[in-house]
T-cell receptor, first 114, second 112 residues
Framework: ETGVTQSPTHLIKTRGQQVTLRCSSQ?????VSWYQQALGQGPQFIFQ???????GRGNFPPRFSGLQFPNYSSELNVNALELDDSALYLC?????????????FGPGTRLLVL | QQQVKQSPQSLIVQKGGISIINCAYE??????FPWYQQFPGKGPALLIA?????SEKKEGRFTISFNKSAKQFSLHIMDSQPGDSATYFC???????????FGSGTRLSIRP
């Protein structure tokens, strides 16, 4: 088990609502990445936060936004939820500057949009 | 654009057999190739990883074979066990980028 924790574990929302997901990184890690994993597919990179700033973004619209806090924990916010946002949202922590930045994943938050 | 292609989509192997999962990549700038194992309801867990300057890496029953010229790499699981039943993802990354690019996954089932 990695030391990455995520909350909540499951969440049900309706279309148009907003959601906030939370992640605590592994001890000693200062970088957090977020991924979306649709059912039966590989994780897709949303964005990464390092030193409280966005450090790379995948092909996701602006209604996906994030924050990183001084203790390196992070939030993923999704506005105006759509049915296709239903997925497992994974947080991964890493140590910037470590060799090729191995990323360690949390258990994920399962989001269902109705 | 699928930068990492993985096959097969699903695989059934008898206990004690060898499981083989293949991946191909397009971007020659990739310099780190991890494999992740994911059990239902869990996040992906790093299994083993390789750099392109090495042709093979072995950790216990798990071996990565890497063919730089063909831009292909594969995972071999020797003496496959029922506990190995999971979904396996190959992935690729380059040092200057923040994201890991995953393959589409292989669902492996080991028959007792």
């Amino acid at each position: 088990e990695t030391g990455v924790t995520q909350s909540p574990t499951h969440l049900i929302k309706t279309r148009g609502q907003q959601v906030t997901l939370r992640c605590s990184s592994q001890s000693g890690h200062n970088t957090v990445s977020w991924y979306q994993q649709a059912l039966g597919q590989g994780p897709q990179f949303i964005f990464q936060y390092y030193r409280e700033e966005e450090n790379g973004r995948g092909n996701f619209p602006p209604r996906f936004s994030g924050l990183q806090f001084p203790n390196y924990s992070s939030e993923l916010n999704v506005n105006a939820l759509e049915l296709d946002d239903s997925a497992l949202y994974l947080c991964a922590s890493s140590l910037e500057g470590s060799f090729r930045e191995t990323q360690y994943f949390g258990p994920g938050t399962r989001l269902l949009v109705l | 654009q699928q930068q990492v292609k993985q096959s097969p989509q699903s695989l059934i192997v008898q206990k004690g057999g060898i499981s083989i999962i293949n991946c191909a990549y397009e971007n020659t700038a990739f310099d780190y190739f991890p494999w992740y194992q994911q059990f239902p309801g869990k996040g992906p867990a790093l299994l083993i990883a390789i750099r392109p300057d090495v042709s093979e890496k072995k950790e216990g029953r798990f071996t990565i074979s890497f063919n730089k010229s063909a831009k292909q790499f594969s995972l071999h699981i020797m003496d496959s066990q029922p506990g190995d039943s999971a979904t396996y993802f190959c992935a690729a990354k380059y040092s200057s980028a923040s994201k890991i690019i995953f393959g589409s996954g292989t669902r492996l089932s080991i028959r007792p």
